[in-house]
């Protein structure tokens, strides 16, 4: 080694180490920051798939419902079928819900209670009391208004929208089902747009004398 060449010392000064750990400290923040971002966004998804999932479900569910609403006769004059639709609510017969077998006909209901719940509401149509509904099914929570529309002909008219269907010869051809959800909702509820299978009671042979069904 030349004389008067200071020797180069190993090691960092405490200048170089305090800005190390400065560094190592901003950098630790920032990935902190950005998982907590990233989890607060996986979470806002997973509340969007769930909702999103939630009306599918309720939609898939009562569109099965309503598809198999029974055209059960009225005895009445003229005959019509057993079918009351307003603006806010449907009144119907279908069979019993999948999975629980064969049964008479269920009388239901559907509506948006006090709570915000879309309710279908059933009694079995051999009950005592047909009026009082025995079970209570919330297809979704959370909901601001049902708005109901039938579309049919109506005194031999041209088939049109109308926001009622009550004491008509015919069902409806479609019911549209549309919910309304509070400001701010990210779930959606496209219009809900379903054909009944039947319009027609097959079962019933219709009696002149009484205006009913014979045989039934």
Do not use: N
Not at 39 to 44: D, L, Y
Not at 55 to 83: C, G, H, I, M, N
């Amino acid at each position: 080694m030349k004389a008067g060449v200071p020797r180069r010392q190993d090691g960092f000064t405490l200048v170089e180490l305090l800005a190390s750990l400065t560094i190592l400290g901003l950098i630790s923040l920032m990935i902190v920051a950005g998982l907590g971002g990233r989890g607060a966004a996986w979470s806002r998804i997973d509340r969007d798939t769930a909702g999103g999932e939630a009306v599918e479900a309720a939609q898939a569910r009562l569109a099965d419902y309503v598809r198999r609403a029974a055209p059960v006769t009225l005895y009445s004059r003229p005959p019509r079928p057993d079918f009351d639709g307003q603006a806010t609510s449907l009144f119907f017969l279908s069979p019993p819900a999948p999975g629980r077998g064969p049964g008479p006909l269920r009388r239901r209901r559907l509506s948006v209670d006090a709570r915000g719940d879309l309710v279908l509401e059933s009694v079995s149509d051999v009950a005592v009391d047909r009026k009082r509904f025995t079970d209570r099914e919330v297809l979704l929570s959370g909901v601001q208004s049902l708005d109901l529309a039938y579309y049919g002909a109506t005194d031999g008219g041209r088939p049109a929208w109308r926001p009622q269907w009550s004491r008509q010869i015919t069902t409806p051809q479609l019911i549209r089902i549309r919910l309304t959800l509070p400001e701010g909702d990210r779930r959606r509820w496209p219009d809900l747009l379903v054909h009944p299978a039947a319009d027609i009671d097959t079962e019933c042979l219709l009696s002149p004398e009484t205006g009913g069904c014979r045989g039934r």
